[in-house]
T-cell receptor, first 115, second 110 residues
Framework: KAGVTQTPRYLIKTRGQQVTLSCSPI?????VSWYQQTPGQGLQFLFE???????NKGNFPGRFSGRQFSNSRSEMNVSTLELGDSALYLC???FGRGIGTGELFFGEGSRLTVL | GQQVMQIPQYQHVQEGEDFTTYCNSS?????IQWYKQRPGGHPVFLIQ?????EVKKQKRLTFQFGEAKKNSSLHITATQTTDVGTYFC??????????FGTGTRLQVFP
């Protein structure tokens, strides 16, 4: 069974640009969550999608957005990039959601560098 | 909002010594999960605790969920170099979000 796939793995952008990251969950998983990981802030929750609907959202500005498609694949977009957006963006999938969620399966992450 | 803190932030131990990381939530949790992230890797699920006072063991690892369901701990007996990594707890509170703790980085010297 293939794991969670994130693309691209590495990317470099400049301030003001926008970026789109993609996540393909494990087959059969309907929930996708996104986290931002930085050395100083740890793993910060961005959002959670289930059945194409955003179920939860973290405390990030509106520049951060996402969506989920009917095949459960998810994308997140960051517009007007700032230097502080440099981070590892992790996607995680699970079969259920909410209290019924079991373990999260993480992808390898997309490492974004903003210059 | 819900916050999950872990202590210590870093721990360096000699191989064979024990290690414990503590996780404290600002709110009552419905369940708590633990993950391990090796250097350069991604978080990997270790275990989930649901019941108040629950204790689970995985070989040298012992996980505990507090009676008030606001704290948890992970204890590793006789650490090995393969235990190196960052250990995260993650709790789900009344907001239904899975919030990760700040993590404890474990370094084991041979």
């Amino acid at each position: 069974k293939a794991g969670v796939t994130q693309t691209p793995r590495y990317l470099i952008k400049t301030r003001g640009q926008q970026v789109t990251l993609s996540c393909s969950p494990i087959s059969g998983h309907r929930s996708v969550s996104w986290y931002q990981q930085t050395p100083g802030q740890g793993l910060q929750f961005l959002f959670e999608y289930f059945s194409e609907t955003q179920r939860n959202k973290g405390n990030f500005p509106g520049r951060f957005s996402g969506r989920q498609f009917s095949n459960s694949r998810s994308e997140m977009n960051v517009s007007t990039l700032e230097l502080g957006d440099s981070a590892l963006y992790l996607c995680a999938s699970s079969f259920g959601r909410g209290i019924g969620t079991g373990e999260l399966f993480f992808g390898e992450g997309s490492r974004l560098t903003v210059l | 909002g819900q916050q999950v803190m872990q202590i210590p932030q870093y721990q360096h131990v000699q191989e064979g010594e024990d290690f414990t990381t503590y996780c404290n939530s600002s709110t009552t949790l419905s369940n708590i999960q633990w993950y391990k992230q090796r250097p350069g890797g991604h978080p990997v699920f270790l275990i989930q605790l649901v019941k108040s006072g629950e204790v689970k063991k995985q070989k040298r690892l012992t996980f505990q969920f507090g009676e008030a369901k606001k704290n948890s701990s992970l204890h590793i007996t006789a650490t090995q170099t393969t235990d190196v990594g960052t250990y995260f707890c993650a709790g789900r509170g009344n907001t239904d979000k899975l919030i990760f703790g700040t993590g404890t980085r474990l370094q084991v010297f041979p």
